[in-house]
């Protein structure tokens, strides 16, 4: 495994900061998520990160210093309105294999939908599995990519998000969803 840093940068998306890190060596996206009052540096991006993956959390993180990054750029992109733009970024977490599944499941609902966390955990071959499915959208460590925000509760309700229901609603928006729009069970 390369010792390089990896990198990071940080991308205005619907008017609030986002930040992205990924390893240069393959150009997958390893966190992401945006700054909140709270955090306003994403501090806790890298924080998870590391209590993942302390390995690789090790390497340090340096600046994108071309700014034209695949990433930064797929980001910017889907900022503007290309809502598929994010679609070819390549992912890595660390995480058990039903997460991974959960997590390639939700890479699977297109803008604009949603679905329940009964319906997701059908997507990722374990109908009764709704908790786990729930957990392991909370446990999301690339906010947006992996599209933790497209999953709303069997009541049309919007359910929570890391970010802030607000962030949520206005990414649904912005990808001309609605919380009842749901586009299975």
């Keep these: 495994m ?3 840093p990896l990198f990071r940068a940080e991308v205005d998306v619907l ?6 890190i990924w390893t240069p ?3 997958a996206l390893r966190a992401a998520g ?15 990160l590391a209590r993942l993956d302390p390995g690789l959390a090790a390497r340090g993180f340096a600046p994108d210093a071309s700014g034209s ?9 889907y900022a503007a309105g290309d809502l598929r733009a994010i679609d070819g970024l390549i992912v890595a977490q660390p995480g058990s294999p039903f997460r991974a ?16 966390y009964t319906a997701l955990a059908s997507l990722a071959g374990r109908p009764k599995a709704v908790r786990a499915a ?7 460590l690339i906010a947006l990519v992996v599209p933790c925000h497209r999953i709303v509760r069997s009541d049309g309700g919007l359910g929570g998000y890391l970010f802030g ?14 919380a009842q729009q749901a586009l299975f069970g």
Excluded: I, M, Y
């Design 165 to 178: 229901t607000e962030v949520k609603e206005r990414l649904l928006s912005h990808e001309g969803a609605g």
């Design 101 to 116: 599944e959960v997590w390639q499941a939700l890479r699977r609902v297109p803008a604009g939908g949603t679905v329940t």
């Design 2 to 4: 390369s010792s390089q």
């Design 69 to 77: 990054s695949p990433v930064v750029s797929s980001l910017r992109a």
């Design 34 to 48: 945006f700054a909140t009052a709270a955090d306003p540096a994403a501090d806790s991006l890298v924080e998870r």
């Design 25 to 27: 060596e393959d150009g």
């Design 15 to 20: 008017g609030r900061p986002f930040h992205a």
């Design 134 to 140: 729930a957990s392991a959208c909370a446990n999301n």
